[in-house]
């Protein structure tokens, strides 16, 4: 079946522009994450959906940030006012939903974003 | 804090030897999992472990989980150079949320 997609897999930003990230989670998954990644890092969580309730974005690291997930489905990262030290790989992850054992996410390929 | 630690961060190893990485966890859970990435890809999942003494294998690959000791560990038998990616732990702390080690670069030689 399908896994988590995630689109464009690629972004070059001027620094200053605004940057939309999208996620399809897979199909029937409850809960959605978005993590950041940078170079030779592990991932770093920024924030949690469950449905489309937003439920915790403390690792979101400014107010330049904003995730929505409005029909419980699709997520959109926003960026506004990039700068350069965003630049980095955004994973989105989904799993099936709070209380199911194995509780396992699933990540898609990422966004790889720099901003020049 | 929560606070996840792997060791070593970088690892040769030739093919055939046998080797462990580490990760150690800085409080109490008992949801850790076990994620591979090669270079310029997604993570892709491995293992996951959600009780203490936890065993799990899958081909060239056995992790365990001692929760007591806030320790997993992923064993390598017999390396094959298709093995050689970076690997990740990843532990629930119970917010849903995964914190992640640092990595091990693994890097089979023949």
């Known amino acids: 079946g399908a896994g988590v997609s995630q689109s464009p897999r690629y972004k070059v930003a001027k620094r200053g522009q605004d940057v939309a990230l999208r996620c399809d989670p897979i199909?029937?998954?409850?809960?959605l994450f978005w993590y950041q990644q940078a170079l030779g890092q592990g991932p770093e969580f920024l924030t949690y959906f469950q449905n489309e309730a937003q439920l915790d974005k403390s690792g979101l690291p400014s107010d330049r940030f904003f995730a929505e997930r409005p029909e419980g489905s699709v997520s959109t990262l926003k960026i506004q006012r990039t700068q350069q030290e965003d630049s980095a790989v955004y994973l989105c992850?989904?799993?099936?939903?709070?209380?199911?054992?194995?509780?396992?996410?699933?990540f898609g390929p990422g966004t790889r974003l720099l901003v020049l | 804090e929560l606070k996840v630690e792997q060791n070593p961060l970088f690892l040769s190893m030739q093919e055939g030897k046998n080797y462990t990485i580490y990760c150690n966890y800085s409080t109490t859970s008992d949801r850790l999992y076990w994620y591979r990435q090669d270079p310029g890809k997604s993570l892709e999942s491995l293992f996951v472990l959600l009780s203490n003494g936890a065993v799990k294998q899958e081909g060239r690959l056995m992790a365990s989980l001692d929760t007591k000791a806030r320790l997993s560990t992923l064993h390598i038998t017999a390396a094959v150079h298709d093995l050689s990616a970076t690997y990740f732990c990843?532990?629930?702390?119970?917010?849903?949320?995964?914190?992640f080690g640092t990595g091990t670069r693994l890097t089979i030689i023949p």
């Open positions: 992850a989904s799993s099936l939903g709070v209380g199911m054992t194995q509780e396992t996410q699933y």
């Open positions: 990843a532990v629930d702390f119970g917010n849903e949320k995964l914190t």
């Open positions: 199909s029937g998954h409850v809960s």
